[in-house]
């Protein structure tokens, strides 16, 4: 940590003191993994502490913090859980459009929601048969007067049963393509909204992921915070600064994976000496520390770029797509590392490299992020 500022240190060492004593050393991590519980307490003591909804400006309550800040932050608290890292970076996702919007006042009357006490809030984007495809969606509005009515139902939504609000993206009536889509604030019990269909996951299972339905819903036209056409610029334009975020999470789980494996290589004997000492297995931990490095330095970078308003999708892409799949690698090597041991709930490694997978999965697959990366360099050639 000798490179940050003495703000910087003394937040991540607050958050590594945290995690450490109230996940780590007690295995909350796998006890919420067991029960797939919401991790309410924990999340509520992060937000007491500071170490929530960083991001969000001060006019509102917000800490203010830049995303290199949030980064340093996250990779601490995704140390601890992947999922509990999910759960409370879903929050921020959900900011996000609400703090690069036109729309003051919505953006002022829900941001300060989250900075006034512990809430969730999600964002409703992704859906059945449109992930990462979002021009595609399909849920839709018309306008009624002064306010807009919107039906259809979103799916893969990160703390769909404990939001407070929703940003919803919809496109208008007849429109196709990314043209017309829109984005709207919708309250958690307004008339024909609500969550359904918890998702029982492979990993991360703390963090709830569920559908959010849409029937009739009227929203008024003063909680559209993008209109027809410029809903899509901004999913896209939240995507390109919310990546390093998971990025973060990569450099927090591969760090993690390196730890436990290196301590158990230490103590763990074959064949008369620690396997620590076997070329192979030291491999292996080489590996990790040099994913983690490198993931790390990408995760920096990319927002630093956010920070200074170089909004390149490549830069976050390049992060993301490197971390999710430094990640899965690493898991995976851990429970190599751990051998039959690795593959039991006994030992945290099996439940890392459950979790690691969504990294590879959600906001954009790696392949999507490929095509990101791949279309900014023909930009620049061309």
Known sequence: MSALNEQQRMMVESARRYVHARIVEPRL?????????????????????GLLNLELPEDVGGAGLSCHDHALVLEEINYGCLGIGTSAVANSLAALPLMLCDNDTARRRYLSLLTAEPRFAAFACSEPDA??????????????????VLNG?????????????YVVFAREHGSRGHQGISAFVVEAGTPGLRWDSLIHKLGQRCSHTGDVVLEDVEVPLAN????????????????????????????????????????????????????????????????????????????????????????????SACAKAFGGDAAMRATTDAVQVFGGYGYTQDFVVEKLMRDAKLLQIYEGTSQVQRMVIARDLVRQFS
């Not at 991590?29 to 502490?49: C, G, K």
């Not at 994913?291 to 490549?314: I, P």
Request: glycine residues 6%; proline residues 2%; positive net charge.
């Open 29 to 49: 991590d796998q006890a919420l993994d067991r029960t797939a519980e919401f991790p309410h307490a924990v999340l509520r003591e992060l937000w007491e502490q």
């Open 131 to 148: 992930g990462s495809d979002v021009a595609n969606l399909s849920t839709r509005y018309i306008v009624r007067g002064d306010a807009c």
């Open 153 to 165: 139902r979103k799916r893969w939504i990160t703390n769909a049963d404990v939001a407070d609000f």
């Open 224 to 315: 559209r915070i993008a209109g027809p056409g410029h809903g899509f610029k901004l999913a896209m334009a939240t995507f390109d600064r919310s990546r390093p975020w998971i990025a973060a999470g990569a450099a927090g789980v591969i760090r993690r994976a390196r730890d436990e494996s290196v301590r158990y290589a230490m103590q763990r004997k074959t064949f008369g000496e620690a396997i620590v000492n076997h070329q192979m297995v030291s491999a292996m931990l080489a590996d990790m520390e040099i994913a983690y490095q490198a993931t790390r330095l990408l995760c920096l970078e990319a927002a630093r770029e956010v920070d200074a308003g170089n909004l390149r999708g490549s830069h």
